[in-house]
């Protein structure tokens, strides 16, 4: 593709930014909220860096008719946000009223602006009167979620048509249950795997009662994917090791919901390191869960930071570790990773020890479409990308300013990375950077920040970076130009 043509984006394609609740409200215990698991574990000790929580976070229950002018100004078109489970049922069950009307005054605000509404039901923040319960390792929670999506439905059904159930459900089981460095902070493979089978079932469930109750939804899920490639593509062990990541990260998720059965050659790896955590999960998947789970979908959401280089021998030069900041032990997120090395292949890094890996979108979204959504019918959108750099904040001819080179190019890299997909007949019609603005970033607390807006956390002021200003240009024109536009 030639570097010095434009190049536009169909006319469908939506420009976006998406956020979290729990990450940007703040007003965590105001008009009824109740803890969530998050509230609890980032008041655990060495949890997450500086022992920052989500309190106030960027105060959003209070400033959202701010940001959602400062969203007009830049020009999105659309906004993905997450609702609080325990805003709206504090306790898991009965319903907040003050919680609900929250978004529906965000939901109207958004519309005014022309703005389109994305909304994700579940962004990791479970109700913690639920986890007291077993949360997502027990059964119970599944239903307990579609009742809550069904109280969103009722409040906002008239309103929002782009629903999403859940945001990475890896990440809301495997790092969260397994390797103990999200909320809640578990160390087991066992509730890693169940939590998963939960999520899901809570997944096509909901899914299936929001199409009863209105065909006209656009319905889907938002699952962190990636490119997993063998450090040495004519190794078997190294093979096998892609083999191995892939089918943990992506085709556990993909396979039930596209494909109504999980990945068989993942299942006997599961039962290999551990058989015991195996027979619990499959007790756990009663007849027709997998029915449910397999409920047609219109979207997938595709959330892509990077790639993984893996391999099945030692490496000569180890990469970073790029993950748990803090003083908790961290554990593998992958039951049957044993024996699997990460490799460095000289990419660059953000701060978070991720590569930067444009191409890896392109394979990504080729590989999700010809063998999962085409098939099915289902449209893709890049729900989530973005990095985070160590921005800083300068005064240039008086105007508070943040010269972020960096996100610039990452952004420009992965739209470019996007029209590459749809040259190869991809259809992909959207893009969300991750994120709006920066926020509390889970374990990382406030100390990274991925936003296209800068939020000084003790005034609360925003500060459109240079990202932020790339980004407006790219929506108005509707195009990447051949060079990155010197920064105004
Ligand atoms: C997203 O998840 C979240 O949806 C969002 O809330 C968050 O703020 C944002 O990204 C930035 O972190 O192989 O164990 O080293 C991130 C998805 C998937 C990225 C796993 C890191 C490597 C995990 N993550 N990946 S590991």
Redesign the pocket.
């Known amino acids: 593709m030639s570097e010095n043509s434009e190049r536009a984006f169909p006319a469908n394609f939506l420009f976006g930014a998406a956020t979290?609740a729990f990450?940007i409200e703040g007003a965590a215990f105001e008009d009824g909220r109740r803890a969530s698991i998050w509230d609890a574990f980032s008041r655990e000790p060495g949890a997450v860096i500086h022992a920052d929580n989500g309190d106030v976070a960027c105060d959003h229950y209070h400033l959202y008719r701010d940001d959602v002018a400062l969203m007009k100004r830049m020009g999105l078109q659309t906004y993905r946000f997450s609702t609080s489970w325990s805003r709206v049922r504090p306790d898991g069950g009965d319903l907040n009223p003050k919680g609900v009307d929250f978004y529906s005054r965000l939901v109207d605000e958004l519309l005014e602006a022309d703005i389109l509404p994305w909304l994700t039901l579940y962004?990791?923040d479970l109700p913690q009167a639920l986890q007291e319960r077993g949360g997502w390792t027990v059964r119970e929670t599944a239903d307990r979620f579609t009742e809550y999506a069904l109280d969103m439905h009722d409040a906002l059904g008239d309103r929002v048509n782009v629903w999403t159930t859940l945001?990475?459900p890896?990440?809301s089981s495997f790092?969260s249950y397994a390797?103990g460095i999200h909320a809640p902070g578990h160390y087991s493979d066992a509730e890693g795997m169940l939590a998963a089978h939960h999520l899901l079932l809570g997944h096509g469930q909901t899914v299936r009662e929001l199409r009863a109750r209105d065909s006209s939804l656009n319905l889907g899920i938002t699952l962190?994917l990636t490119v997993a490639d063998p450090a040495d593509a004519n190794d078997p062990a190294d093979i096998d090791a892609a083999r191995r990541i892939d089918g943990q990260f992506n085709r556990w998720f993909l396979d039930p919901i596209f494909r109504g059965a999980y990945p068989s050659d993942i299942m006997a790896d599961f039962r290999r390191v551990d058989a015991a955590a195996a027979d619990a999960l499959q007790a756990a998947i009663l007849p027709g869960d997998l029915e449910a789970i397999s409920t047609a979908i219109d979207t997938l959401g595709v959330?892509y930071?990077?790639g993984?280089l893996v391999s099945g021998h030692a490496p000569v030069v180890p990469p970073p570790v790029?993950?748990a900041p803090t003083d908790r032990p961290g554990r593998s997120?992958f039951p049957a990773s044993d024996g699997i090395f990460w490799h460095e292949r000289g990419l660059p890094r953000t701060p978070?020890n991720?590569e930067v890996q444009p191409e890896g979108l392109t394979r990504l979204l080729t590989r999700v479409w010809r063998e999962y959504a085409q098939p099915a019918d289902v449209t893709l959108y890049v729900t989530?990308n973005?990095a985070a750099y160590d921005d800083e904040l300068v005064v240039d001819a008086g105007e508070p300013r943040v010269h972020d080179a960096e996100r610039v190019e990452f952004v420009r890299d992965h739209l470019a990375a996007i029209l590459d997909a749809q040259d190869a007949g991809v259809d992909v019609r959207g893009y969300f950077y991750?994120?709006l603005l920066d926020?509390f970033?889970?374990a990382w607390g406030y100390e990274k920040r991925?936003g296209i807006v800068r939020v000084d956390y003790d005034t609360q002021v925003r500060t459109v970076k240079d990202s932020g200003r790339e980004y407006s240009r790219i929506i108005a024109a509707r195009a990447l130009a051949p060079h990155a536009v010197p920064a105004s």
């Open positions: 979290a990450q962004h990791w945001n990475e890896w990440c790092l390797a962190n959330n930071y990077h993984e790029g993950e997120p978070m991720w989530e973005g991750w994120s926020n970033e889970w991925f």
